[in-house]
């Protein structure tokens, strides 16, 4: 950390030896000199960059010169583990603030299945209010319900009602998992605007947004600028009937969603969590207030073209300035605020290109792993036909049998799946509800964790199916490909999908690198900590980070 600081002061002196050569850097990445901090931050802004996986930070760590420059100018976990299995946006979100992981507070997938519903559709969606009969999972009536465990945001609230607990992001299950159940202020994207939870107005700040979002959409804009080191990685790959990866995000006007699958949408998010800075006065109040930013883009960008194309590059660069913008208008707020960026889960690069970038087992998903040909095969081998509705209920990861069969005919069901299943070669592991719920909870470093063991993590006997699926590792789960739209994704039990950076920041900080494995469980306690906000003990899974690198605690002392 001394020679970080020693290169950090001799940077204005020019590229000297030992120091490499930093890139220019704007006035949100400058090196900051400031006496440590004493007291507890005013604002704690939480910033999860949807799919930021540990390997996109390490290719494009030493190219970003804004917000993300001056994050690396804080504690650096390279190694965050987003440690379940179920390496999805709704469970990766709700590990981040809660401090505990699925397996305890229920949010086990984007979308599982309750066969006891009475409403037609089975499949409840993660952030939805299933007891609101307006509800769908695929039209949810928005809440943070399906939470079983309160986030940061809520206890400290609940230790001062002055907090003000606000959530921004393009998706309205970031913003339900980060801010939880008693929110002050709750945006997201929904057909080309920002809107907030049923029965709530649009304040002025979100008003004032939107009006600048409808001027975007109806003028369109030009393509964005290929940044110089973005040019190894603009070469055309055959997918389908298409091609990826070279592309600019031009914008035609009338297109929400290519604003919504494009760098625009980080920006759009963060100016309007920057409106409501100063709409609420964040940081300036009687109680340190939290601010979670959940910004959306590199993931719509890594499904829709890759993580390996010019594409997420100039996504990287985009994200880049987007939060540096934030850190910004923070800072020319004066407020004393510190930072927390993540991820919810990391990402695969689409098959079509890491099979010809020496991944040459990347394949897509066979179609036999789908609910409906599961299902054909089940019944050709065991007579058992479905006695109503589907026989297999999925969303992908976990199958449901149909409830309605009798328990031996279930049992058969299961016992076949199993067979199925297990001597598929696309499968690593299968488990079934009764082996999860004898197995222990996880425990030592989860980097070193078994497959049944992240399985675990997000396995809730409440909410997961009859049958659980491991895919072996370069598997895409998504049969067939839909250029521009879906042909790349994560969710699986490996590294790449689990590995996330954990980066926090606070003015006058002394800079450290630990690259041994943390959790994103450990978020919630460490900020817990920082604010001196006293939890029971046992209300984390994860445990506090000390992010002083020197000899003073920021843990407290033990
Ligand atoms: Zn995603």
Known sequence: MRRLAVCASLALAAALAGCGAPPPRSASAAPVAAPAPKEPPRLIVAISVDQFSADLFAQYRRHFTRGLARLQQGAVFPSGYQSHAATETCPGHSTLLTGTHPARNGVIANNWFDLSLTRADKRVYCAEDVTDPASTSRDPVVSARNLKVPTLGELMKAANPATRN????????????????????????????????????????????????????????????????????????????????????????GKPDAVRISPRMDHLTVELANRLVDELNLGKGDAPDILSVSLSATDYIGHATGTNGAEICIQMAELDKAVGALLDHLDARGIDY?????????????????????????????????????????????????????????????????????????????????????????????????????????????????????????????????????????????????????????????????????????????????????????????????????????????????????????????
């Not at 299961?414 to 690593?428: F, Y």
């Open 166 to 253: 606000v959530a921004v992001s393009a998706k309205d299950r970031a913003v339900m998992m980060m801010g939880g159940h008693r929110i002050d202020a709750a945006y997201w994207w929904k057909n080309g605007q920002f809107v907030t939870l049923k029965g709530r107005e649009l304040s002025p700040a979100a008003v004032a947004q939107n009006v600048e979002v409808a001027a975007l959409l109806k003028t369109g804009a030009p393509a964005l600028d290929l940044p110089a080191f973005c040019a190894g990685a603009d070469n055309a790959v055959p997918v389908g009937k298409a091609t990826l990866g070279t592309g600019r995000f031009a914008l035609e006007p």
């Open 338 to 558: 510190a930072v927390m960026l993540t991820s919810d889960h990391g990402g695969l690069d689409m098959p079509e290109r890491a099979s010809q970038q020496a991944v040459p087992r990347a394949v897509r998903v066979d179609n036999s792993l789908m609910a409906r040909e599961l299902a054909k095969t089940v019944t050709a081998r065991t007579g058992i036909a479905s006695p109503g509705g589907p026989l297999l209920y999925s969303d992908g990861g976990e199958y449901y049998v149909n409830a309605a069969l009798a328990p031996a005919q279930k049992a058969e069901v299961v016992k076949a799946m199993v067979a199925i299943l297990r001597a598929h070669p696309q499968v690593a592991a299968v488990y079934t509800a009764e082996e999860m719920a004898k197995t222990p909870l996880p425990t030592g470093n989860a980097q070193d964790w078994s497959i049944r063991d992240r399985t675990r993590a997000s396995f809730d006997a409440s909410r997961s199916g009859d049958v659980l699926i491991l895919l072996d590792r370069a598997v895409t789960p998504i049969p067939e490909a839909m250029p521009g739209a879906y042909v790349a994704t994560h969710g699986s039990v490996y590294d790449y999908d689990r590995r996330v950076p954990m980066l926090f920041w606070r003015r006058g900080m002394r800079a450290f690198e630990q690259p041994a494995p943390v959790e994103t469980v450990d978020i919630a306690p460490t900020l817990a900590a920082l604010v001196g906000l006293r939890v029971s003990e046992g209300m984390f899974d994860g445990r506090c980070l000390d992010l002083d690198g020197g000899a003073d605690n920021t843990c407290g002392a033990k």
